[in-house]
C-alpha cells in the first residue's frame, strides 16, 4: 500500500523519487484507492493510517505476525497501537475492496 506517497506519480522521499522498483511496486490506481479508504476508517476512528493497515493485516485468516519495518520509534509504537484496534466488518470490507495480493517481485 501507499504510506507517505500524496501524489499518484511520486512520493515525497528520496525514495519515493528515485526507487523504480517501488514505484512500479507501488503507485496502481488500487493503491491509492487502497490508502484513500484507509485513511477513511483512521479518521473516524482517530487513529492514523499505519495503525489501521497493521490492524487489517493482523485480522486477515492465516497472518499471525506482520513484517514491521521501524526506522523510528513511532514506527514501533503504531505496531504496538494496532494490536488494540479490531476492525468491525464493514471495516474490513471498505479496506479490503480495492485490495489486490502481489506476487513476489526481485526474489527467486
Known sequence: MVGTARSRTTGETV???TDEFSRRQY???TDFKDRDRITEVARNRGVNNAQI???????QPGVTAPIVGASKQGH?????AALSIKLHDTEVDLVTE?????AVMGHS
Not at 54 to 59: G, T
Not at 76 to 80: E, F, I, P, S, T
Open 15 to 17: 525514495r519515493a523519487k
Open 76 to 80: 514501533l509504537d503504531d505496531a504496538v
Open 27 to 29: 503507485y496502481s490506481e
Open 53 to 59: 493497515a497493521l490492524a487489517w493485516v493482523l485480522q
Open 98 to 102: 480495492f485490495y489486490r495480493p502481489r
